[in-house]
T-cell receptor
Framework: GDSVTQMEGPVTLSEEAFLTINCTYTATGYPSLFWYVQYPGEGLQLLLKATKADDKGSNKGFEATYRKETTSFHLEKGSVQVSDSAVYFCALTFPQGGSEKLVFGKGTKLTVNP | DVKVTQSSRYLVKRTGEKVFLECVQDMDHENMFWYRQDPGLGLRLIYFSYDVKMKEKGDIPEGYSVSREKKERFSLILESASTNQTSMYLC?????????????FGQGTRLTVV
C-alpha cells in the first residue's frame, strides 16, 4: 500500500544551522505531497505542498522539491530559528475524488537551541 | 477563519465506558478523518469518511466505530474504553478532488482511560 518514510528523530540543531529532514514515499500513481508542522500543544497545520513532479513548495524559509525519480520530498531550511522547534510530518494523498486517504510519516521532532 | 473543532481538549474516562469524541468542520468538506497520535508511532488512521453515512476503515479500526449523519460532523466512538486507547486523538478534514487539497486539523483531544 501507499506509505511515507521519514527520517527518525529527534533532531537537535543550533540556531542558524542548516536543516534537512528526509522523506520518501511509496505509491501507485502520482500523489500530492505535503509537509505539516505541529507546534507544542497544537494540531497539525500545513507548511508546504507540491502537486506534481519537479514542483517546489516553499513557506517560512522552508523548501521541498517533488522528485519523482527518487520518490522523495525532502524538507530543507537554510537557517533554523528557535521558533522552528516542532514536529514535522511528511504526507501524501491522491486527490482523485471518492476515497482519498491521507497517509502520514511518523514525524520528526526538531529542537533548535539558541 | 476556517475551523475544525473537537469537542474536548482533555477527557478522562473509566475502563469499559462508552466514549464519544465529536468533530465539526465549517468548510463544507467531503472528507473527514480520525487519527490517533502516539509517541514514536506518528499519526495512525482509525477511520475516514468521504461522504455522509460513508466510512472506511483505516489502519487501526479495532475497538472504534464512527458516525457521520451530517456532512459537517464526524464522531468517533469507543464502544468500551480500554487503557490502551489512552492517546491523543486528532480529527481532520479535506476538500475532495483537488490536487491542492489541504488538510485542516482540530486541536486534538487527549483521552486518558483509567
Amino acid at each position: 500500500g501507499d506509505s511515507v518514510t521519514q527520517m527518525e528523530g529527534p533532531v537537535t540543531l543550533s540556531e542558524e544551522a542548516f536543516l534537512t529532514i528526509n522523506c520518501t514515499y511509496t505509491a501507485t500513481g502520482y500523489p500530492s505531497l505535503f509537509w505539516y508542522v505541529q507546534y507544542p500543544g497544537e494540531g497539525l497545520q500545513l507548511l508546504l505542498k507540491a502537486t506534481k513532479a519537479d514542483d517546489k513548495g516553499s513557506n517560512k524559509g522552508f523548501e521541498a522539491t517533488y522528485r519523482k525519480e527518487t520518490t522523495s520530498f525532502h524538507l530543507e531550511k537554510g537557517s533554523v530559528q528557535v521558533s522552528d522547534s516542532a514536529v514535522y510530518f511528511c504526507a501524501l494523498t491522491f486527490p482523485q475524488g471518492g476515497s482519498e486517504k491521507l497517509v502520514f510519516g511518523k514525524g520528526t521532532k526538531l529542537t533548535v537551541n539558541p | 477563519d476556517v475551523k475544525v473543532t473537537q469537542s474536548s481538549r482533555y477527557l478522562v474516562k473509566r475502563t469499559g465506558e462508552k466514549v464519544f469524541l465529536e468533530c465539526v468542520q465549517d468548510m463544507d468538506h467531503e472528507n473527514m478523518f480520525w487519527y490517533r497520535q502516539d509517541p514514536g508511532l506518528g499519526l495512525r488512521l482509525i477511520y475516514f469518511s468521504y461522504d455522509v453515512k460513508m466510512k472506511e476503515k483505516g489502519d487501526i479500526p479495532e475497538g472504534y466505530s464512527v458516525s457521520r449523519e451530517k456532512k459537517e460532523r464526524f464522531s468517533l466512538i469507543l464502544e468500551s474504553a480500554s487503557t490502551n486507547q489512552t492517546s491523543m486523538y486528532l480529527c481532520a478534514s479535506t476538500q475532495s478532488g483537488s490536487p491542492n487539497t489541504e488538510a485542516f486539523f482540530g486541536q486534538g483531544t487527549r483521552l486518558t482511560v483509567v
